[in-house]
DNA sequence: AGAAATTTCTATATCGATTTAGTTTGATCC
DNA sequence: GGATCAAACTAAATCGATATAGAAATTTCT
């Protein structure tokens, strides 16, 4: 009969200031509070025109639901931990990988929870307390060990995880990782290829998995190839720079007919070539250095230096979604992914 | 098909598995859940006695709070949120940063989310969400600008926040940031004192604080020390090797004279240093380099380029307690943490 | 002693969502 | 026509913690 001039006090054209809740679409629609979660909820008892009508009025009024409620509620965090060793290569994969899984977490209701240990933490510790706490609906972690007991772990308590890296019961359990024992093959034979008879590998502790199959390819690579192998243990990032041509001194002295070495980081790299350089060798004639790295650096370093690229940014994304699975489903075959290097120009000897 | 004589994948070994929650305090001292609350939370109006034996029990349980119902009736939600620029040295600052935040939340009941951003990406955008959502209760975010809107934003609303880096309001504002004017001054000085007479400084963008600072206190040193200075444009991690060559080509080629460089990052480094050996010049020798990194990684390239280290993870601790301060104390005046550089030997011409 | 104040604890409501157990309505069936 | 059943909804309980108001026990005051 008259017109509402004045403004009402719940005036629901503009935006509440208030966070909207199940109560306010309630309040806008009629209905109670149940029936609007469970037709947001997709629930078999709802009617399909209550549905349309509720999610209209939730998306108009931008309704999103409380965590702390839905997890109060059902358990469910909500959340994945990525549980990060810091332990060597740090800048090489961590930062790249922490902002591959958070672009692979985007658009999904999960957020992203960093807890890093350091070197002379318990590994199992932050696994336990998420599990322990329920602070996480899943698990990443990384530099996997061929026995891992966090691996072990979790799956005895059906936890969900997905690890970066293999472990020895990988066929069972989620993980994205880089084929690092064709790494070393291709590394051998390339450098094989290129005449390179007497090849060291500055190899990354054989303790991870990682490691282990970087120094199994090789090593039967070249038996495969007839050249001669031998592993250095890796150069640390803690390591100065004399102590490094040191180590690379000592080595030349040993033998010097060296002509090849493969390494699996981009310090590991940089602390050769700088070594065999101190050493007078020309890395790219008297020399090759095959590498590996996650972020494109080494070429701003040396031209000649035969480099992978492992795209850590491929499998984290793939990881956020690995976890996810596990999570929602845990009975379909967990989501494994193995990145297989090769050589951009298979037969193409590149000039300088 | 199978007779299922496979065992239960696992019993529950220990009983009283269930999580302990106030209720169970409660239970078992025989006093109210409210009584229990206080007692943990130190209310004046429980006894000394009571609050012992609750604690007593507490400890001897395992009690933790569930954090989500702490949330839902506090709104409180034990969360920092890392909102990360990943543009420009993602490797040369973001892993540390995130790690040495991170430590700096031990002990401390926050979790630290991070949400990285990308260039393309709407810097408002995580920002607003968080607030809107309150999804943390507090936010610490880099790559400031001097009038930057997420400042204003975040003041303007009273909500808790950090910054690695300044913004013109940073007198009001607590943060964490490292003295690039410094760094700049000291690298023309040292350079001016080495003899060098014609400097370039490949900055970072202006747009940002610390770029600013740097050229600004570049500009300064080089005028009162009466030495030639002018700015490069930055090359990013995205050029190529033979892009940068040929930028550093061109440089030299409009002025042959150059003896001086600063850099202000890893990247930039590298690239400028291989840049001018292409073109002939001796590092050390014909031409000085003075940079500044976050990682100790240039060691592992040349000797004798002039190197500042600049302590993230110091600036990361600081962030994690000024961010926390900033959630309870917020009446306190905000931290504030500024390195100063310095050289290690004022006076001491290393050799090489 | 009786009233007032203090100390210490309890009952109840609440945050927001979901689950369980109904209830209503209308259609179906014999 | 009455019973049965399904569809579509609601009421109440619940997750764990805390805020508020109030009650019981004790002490202090006049």
Same sequence: chains 1, 2.
Avoid: W
């Amino acid at each position: 009969m008259t017109d509402p001039v004045t403004p009402l006090p719940d005036a629901p054209m503009h935006p509440d200031l208030e966070k909207p809740t199940l109560k306010t679409i309630a309040r806008l629609s009629g209905l109670a509070v149940p029936t609007v979660s469970r037709a947001l909820n997709d629930a078999p008892d709802i009617g399909a025109e209550t549905k349309r009508t509720i999610r209209r009025i939730a998306a108009e009024i931008g309704y999103v639901p409380n965590r702390a409620g839905v997890r109060l509620r059902t358990g469910r965090t909500n959340v994945i931990s990525l549980v990060l060793s810091t332990e060597h290569d740090m800048m090489n994969h961590t930062a790249r990988l922490i902002s591959a899984i958070a672009g692979g977490l985007q658009g999904t209701p999960y957020h992203m929870i960093v807890t890093p240990f350091f070197p002379t933490d318990d590994p199992m510790k932050p696994i336990r307390y998420i599990v322990e706490s329920r602070s996480a609906d899943a698990i990443i972690f990384n530099q996997v060990q061929p026995e891992d007991p966090r691996v072990a772990y979790l799956m005895e308590r059906g936890f969900p995880f997905a690890t970066h890296g293999r472990s020895n019961r990988a066929d069972k359990h989620p993980y994205a990782d880089y084929d690092n024992g064709a790494f070393a093959r291709i590394a051998v034979e390339e450098l094989a290829r290129r005449g390179r008879r007497n090849i060291r590998m500055v190899a990354p502790p054989a303790l991870h998995t990682y490691g282990r199959d970087m120094a199994l390819g090789a090593q039967a690579a070249a038996a495969a190839a007839g050249v001669a192998l031998s592993i250095v243990d890796g150069v640390t990032s803690d390591s100065t720079n004399a102590e490094i041509r040191a180590r690379i001194g000592a080595l030349v002295i040993a033998d010097p007919s060296i002509d090849g070495i493969i390494c699996g980081s981009t310090n590991a790299t940089m602390a050769t070539v700088a070594g065999m350089e101190a050493e007078g060798f020309d890395v790219g004639t008297d020399i090759d250095i095959f590498a590996k790295e996650a972020i494109p650096f080494l070429r701003f370093f040396r031209d000649r230096i035969i480099v992978l690229e492992e795209d850590v940014k491929d499998a984290g994304e793939f990881l956020a979604r690995a976890a996810i699975q596990a999570v929602r489903q845990p009975d379909l075959p967990p989501l494994q992914m193995l990145e297989i290097p090769a050589l951009p120009h298979p037969t193409d000897p590149s000039k300088g």
